[in-house]
């Protein structure tokens, strides 16, 4: 009998898996939390199928949750070049001295001029290897920040829905593509794991447990490939996270803790590390950096070869990650943003 080659946690090819595309999910379920949840308890290597909705009756007794509060804006714009020629902009973050990281689609150079509804402009002023750019807005040429921009996306802008959802937005993505809890404008993706609780569902957590909040604002590299054959060879993205005072208490803590998505996850393990309430958060974890803080998490499943597959292999390995995954499809999971999640305990 032939023993099954191991996966290496070292390789990028590792991560891998075949997804039919029909179970990428293009719209939410609605109500929300009515999707379905996957759980797996390592301690029992046990896996249960149930909704959402039935989360109360599975969390663990005095277990802490911890959401990302963090508001998605309406990072993406269409307009054109001075010199004609469509284009299209997605928001990634804002810099010091009300310069903005964004991507664009379609060809620019230092330089160019990009004309937007509104009065609004934009000036390309870098061209960086990663293949974002770097430009000042205008408004009726004058040079504005972050919060005067937020301002005129809200009216001209569209949701920065992810690429493989492969639709336009929608009214009702303005809603759906926004947690319950969202407070702090500045992200350009959802933290989705919490796209999936309702008003109701958090009032049955309440009951029996604590609930508090990081920001950490997601930026578009959230889905950035990785390239490399190698995952100590990926340049990690970085993204603005602030902890309030009672959330840092409860991380110093022995308290258990459950964190509700990705962002939150490497928002804490950072914080665990560097003990740093604010500032860049650029954590990779993968199987070989697992967590040292968080217990538990609920997330939903991600792209094979992503960085969220590789923190989901952090915290119960790479080859029951994919084992797992296989049985979701089997099941008829819904994949990525608008998709299913499942619980590690």
Request: net charge positive; aromatic share 10%; with cysteine.
């Amino acid at each position: 009998m032939r023993m099954k080659k191991s996966l290496d946690p070292l390789k990028v090819d590792s991560y891998d898996y075949y997804l039919p595309p029909e179970l990428i999910a293009k719209e939410p379920v609605n109500p929300p939390d009515l999707a379905k949840l996957l759980i797996y308890d390592r301690k029992n290597d046990k896996i249960t199928h149930t909704i959402f909705r039935e989360l109360p009756k599975y969390l663990p007794k005095d277990v802490h949750l911890i959401f990302n509060n963090t508001k998605v804006i309406k990072a993406r714009i269409f307009g054109k070049k001075d010199t004609g020629g469509k284009i299209e902009l997605l928001l990634n973050r804002p810099l010091e001295n009300d310069k903005f990281s964004v991507f664009i689609r379609g060809k620019v150079k230092v330089g160019s001029k990009l004309i937007f509804d509104k009065g609004l402009s934009a000036v390309v002023v870098e061209l960086c290897s990663d293949g974002s750019r770097v430009v000042e807005f205008y408004q009726k040429n004058k040079k504005i920040d972050f919060e005067k921009l937020l301002h005129i996306l809200e009216k001209i802008g569209h949701v920065p829905l992810p690429p493989y959802i492969d639709r336009e937005d929608k009214k009702e993505d303005e809603k759906h593509y926004q947690p319950l809890f969202a407070k702090t404008p500045g992200a350009v993706a959802a933290p989705t794991a919490s796209l999936h609780f309702t008003k109701e569902l958090i009032e049955k957590i309440k009951k029996e447990h604590d609930i508090k909040f990081i920001t950490l604002h997601v930026g578009a590299g959230t889905f950035k490939p990785v390239e490399a054959e190698f995952i100590t060879d990926h340049k990690m993205h970085s993204e603005y996270y602030e902890i309030p005072k009672d959330t840092q208490n409860l991380i110093d803590s022995d308290a258990k803790i459950l964190a509700v998505g990705t962002t939150v996850t490497r928002t804490i393990e950072y914080y665990a590390r560097t003990k740093k309430p604010f500032g860049e958060c650029n954590l990779f974890l993968s199987p070989l950096n697992p967590p040292i803080r968080v217990n538990h998490l609920i997330t939903n499943f991600h792209l094979p070869k992503s960085t969220l597959i590789m923190l989901v292999a952090s915290f119960i390995g790479i080859e029951k990650t994919l084992e797992i995954y296989k049985i979701a499809i089997e099941k008829k999971y819904r994949f990525y943003s608008y998709g299913d999640g499942m619980m590690i305990l």
